[in-house]
């Protein structure tokens, strides 16, 4: 039977929330969730005969638990192997801990601490558990979706593997380095430079370095990039500020790249 609220009762006493609203309020996608459920990190509380999950107070809680250890940077296996240890702890204490964890960052994750604290105090209290309040604060990467939709759960995991390993300067690569490839393709553009020029390759072996900081793709992948920068208006946008002929300037140049550097 619905309750007022449009979630289901399950046997009239516990509040279950279908997956659709448990993915509208926190903002993780209803993909994601199967995901989860699949290897074993989030199971829901049941699933219909008509194949719908439905999550109680308990999976909001470790999906919580769940996020705020993503947002500390650890993969998925280290989630489960974080949360398999925790089993004997109370959910409090967990919590308790998690807070202290997001308190180093204050600045960047202030609307989390927020949240934790709301949480906690509602278990204290005995409160009705409110999904939205729950993941209120939490960010979400905006294409993770779309890529496992691209290049499915596998690839994107295994991305997310990767990015584990990164040193320092790996990450200062990752965060700038797109830019400055751009940067100086335009300028180089600018002055007449041809796509096969020492200069330009050189920016797109920059270029593939980054790329590869998250995956390896191989010249057909390499090209197919390319191409997506050209077809895909935001991507377009990004690079070219404006400037299409930019864009199809660096496709040239990746293309190039791909065939004299990268194997099939």
């Known amino acids: 039977m619905a309750g007022k609220s449009g979630h289901e009762w399950k046997g009239g006493a516990a509040v279950a929330w279908s997956i659709a609203e448990v993915a509208r309020d926190s903002g993780v996608t209803s993909r994601t969730l199967r995901h989860y459920h699949a ?6 509380a049941r699933t219909a005969s008509n194949g719908r999950r439905y999550y109680e107070e308990e999976q909001l809680l470790r999906l919580q638990q ?8 650890l993969s998925l296996d280290v989630v489960a192997d ?3 240890k925790q089993s004997n702890a109370s959910t409090i204490q967990v919590l308790g801990r998690h807070k202290e964890w997001l308190l ?15 949480t906690i105090e509602n278990l204290r209290k005995g409160g009705e558990m409110e999904p939205r309040k729950v993941f209120e604060g939490f960010e979400h990467n905006p294409y993770e979706a779309e890529a496992r939709e691209r290049w499915g759960d596998e690839a994107v995991d295994a ?3 990767r ?10 690569n990752a965060r700038t380095g797109y830019t400055r490839v751009h940067e100086g393709l335009a300028t180089l553009k600018a002055e007449g430079a041809d796509v096969l ?11 593939y370095e980054v790329t590869c900081l998250f995956w390896t793709p191989t010249r057909e992948a390499y090209k197919g990039l390319g191409q997506m920068y050209v077809d895909d208006d935001r ?4 690079i070219g500020n404006g400037d299409d002929s930019l864009v199809e300037f660096m496709q040239a140049a990746m293309n190039a790249y791909a065939d004299n550097h990268l194997a099939e």
């Open 39 to 44: 290897i074993g990190l989030l199971v829901p």
């Open 235 to 238: 991507f377009r946008r990004t």
């Open 159 to 161: 991305s997310n593997e």
């Open 66 to 73: 769940i996020l705020l250890l993503r947002e500390l940077g």
């Open 104 to 118: 180093r960052e204050q600045l960047r994750l202030g609307q989390l601490v927020r949240t934790v604290d709301s």
């Open 163 to 172: 990015m584990q390993g990164w040193t320092e300067a790996d990450a200062e």
């Open 82 to 84: 974080v949360l398999a």
């Open 197 to 207: 020029d020492m200069s330009v390759q050189d920016l797109i072996q920059l270029h």
